[in-house]
């Protein structure tokens, strides 16, 4: 019965120290490709807030 809860607790321990920072680095990686810098301004915003104009990235703030 110890025995079943120390090797529970070490998967956790492997989950939490070996998977979760994979996990982590994998959505930064993410984040940085879906940032494209504006062409007027010169900002980084996410994909989803620039918007395509003649084959560049403006950003809303400058679309205004
Ligand atoms: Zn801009």
């Known amino acids: 019965m ?3 809860i120390i ?3 070490l ?3 492997i989950i939490y120290f070996f998977i ?3 996990f982590r680095k994998k959505d930064d990686k993410k984040d940085s490709q ?3 810098e504006c ?3 010169g900002t980084f915003v996410s994909l989803d807030e620039a918007v395509l104009s003649s084959g560049k990235y403006i950003c809303k703030e ?3």
Do not use: M, Q, S, T
């Open 2 to 4: 110890l025995g079943k």
């Open 7 to 9: 090797i529970f607790a």
């Open 11 to 13: 998967i956790v321990a």
């Open 20 to 22: 979760v920072p994979k």
């Open 34 to 36: 879906n940032f494209v």
């Open 39 to 41: 062409e007027k301004c």
């Open 62 to 64: 400058c679309l205004k």
